[in-house]
Each structure stands twice: as C-alpha cells, then as structure tokens.
C-alpha cells in the first residue's frame, strides 16, 4: 500500500494553534517536535511544527511530563497569526491534512530510514521487480494483477482488490520483542490479528526461501492487519499471504535495510516464477 500515516486538523484553538485527529495510528510521542505540512482545501501549503502544549521547558514545569497524545499535541503554524480568527483567513480549516517530514535518509552501511517505510518499502521492491522484469523480458508463470493500495493504514485499501485465485500483500514484517526476524530480511508472516494466513501458501514461500538461499523468517505479528484480511472480509474467496522486509521502529522513525529489501524482491520472484 501507498498510503501513510498522518494528522488531520480538528479544531482551531483561540489562539491560533491546530488540534488534530490521527489518521491511521502513528506513535503520538515520536511526533513531538517533528516539522510538517498543512494542505488547504484550496491548494494552499503551510509550514509548522508539532508540538507539545507545554512546549517549553523554561516555561513549564510539565514540559517533560505532559502526555503526547491528541488532546495536548498541537500544530504551531509558521505564519504570524495570535488568533482563530487569523488562521481561519489563511485557509485553514477542519479536515484539512497535516503531513509530516518523513527525514528519509539512506546510510553508507545500507540502511534505509525514514516514516512511512511502512509500505513505501515494499512500494519501492514492487516497482524495482517490475523494472528488472521489463529489462529481462520475462513474465510471471500465471496472470498476474500488481495493486497498490491507498486506504490500508485507514482499514479498507483490499476491500477495492480484483478478485484473484491467490492474493500475497507485500508489507512490512516486524522487527521487535518475542519475533525473530530482523532488518537484513525478508518476513513471513504466519498469523495476524485477523488470524492465521493460508497454509499451504505459507508454506510454499518458506520452501522456496529455503531453497534459493533467500534470507528469510517466520513471526506472528501481535498487532497488525493487512489488505489480505480486508479483502476476506469483503467475501473474496481467494489464498492469502502477507510478507515484507523488517523494519525496526514501525509507525514511528522507522528503518529497513537494503539487504531485506533485496531477499522481499527476491522471494517475489520466486513466487511469480519468472519465465
């Protein structure tokens, strides 16, 4: 999917700062102090910066310990304005989107790490496979639909997916306590919270990563859903299975490697059985 997390404005507060509402679920704390963008409905772009409402620690004595959440997290506009009033008159309202600085950054030791990995990364995996193929002018053994979602993070991006006789959601895998996978591969995902993916597809990737030396493991994801699940729940009779690099740090400054991106690839390759 090609969606992302973010904010949207809520309310205007007397003296001009916004309250905003969650779209999708990024980690509030990780937000504080991160630079942003708010998009008009009339096209117009502004600058500002999330921040704490007690923003200041020589000011207020809960600077430190005040909860980062929706209720005391606000957006301070980079535009000289003291009022509601004032903000209103640039355009500024309710529903409009608060987009946040991703940092994307790329290391010499080959580490990607930006927001919004969560599916940029497998988005990039998806793309680079399709451009390897065209170059190399082969084609995937059956018929084969490449979907990019844009309401996963919001909960029905595969309730809009073709009707198919197997359906592998190329996402994230997860990287963090009681799980094994790691940043350098590619995860297979056994079982969410939306239950156990299918078996036998299961099952047929673990093989293939086994066999072509592909760099790979096995996790239940604890909190997680994915465009499979939505479109199961719409009816679509179809195999389902869910794989995708590590990545450390969802929903919060995230990071992958290129070699996990690279075994992602790999194991979709395996699976097209390109030809």
């Known amino acids: 999917h090609i969606d992302t997390l973010g904010l949207m404005v809520r309310s205007i507060t007397d003296d001009g700062m916004l309250m905003t509402t969650r779209v999708g679920g990024p980690i509030l704390p990780t937000l504080d102090g991160e630079y942003c963008r708010i998009y008009t409905r009339e096209g117009k772009v502004y600058t500002g910066t999330i921040l704490s409402l007690s923003p200041a620690a020589h000011v207020f004595d809960d600077a430190a310990t005040r909860p980062r959440d929706e209720k005391n997290l606000a957006v301070r506009i980079d535009e000289v304005v003291k009022s509601k009033e004032d903000v209103e008159a640039l355009g500024i309202c309710a529903g409009d989107f608060v987009c946040i600085d991703p940092k994307t950054t790329v290391t010499e030791s080959g580490f990607l790490k930006s927001r919004f990995i969560d599916d940029k990364g497998s988005a990039a995996c998806l793309l680079v496979l399709l451009r390897l193929m065209h170059f190399a002018k082969v ?15 919001v909960g029905h991006g595969g309730a809009t997916l073709p009707q198919v006789d197997e359906l592998l959601a190329v996402d994230m895998g997860c990287v963090g306590d009681d799980l094994t996978c790691t940043e350098h591969q590619v995860s297979i995902c056994a079982k969410d919270n939306n239950g156990p993916y299918d078996y036998e597809m299961v099952s047929r990737l673990v093989e293939l990563a086994k066999a072509n030396g592909v760099d790979y493991a096995v996790d239940i994801y604890p909190h997680y859903g994915s465009d499979v699940a939505v479109a199961w729940h719409t009816g679509m009779d179809a ?9 450390h740090a969802s929903h919060g400054m995230e990071r992958t490697h290129f070699d996990g991106m690279k075994a992602t690839i790999d194991l979709v390759s395996l699976y097209l059985e390109l030809g």
Not at 139 to 153: A, G, K, L
Not at 239 to 247: E, F, N, R, T
């Open 239 to 247: 195999k389902g299975a869910l794989i995708g690099p590590g990545v």
């Open 139 to 153: 084609r995937p053994r059956y018929d084969t639909e490449v979907c990019f979602t844009v309401h996963e993070e």
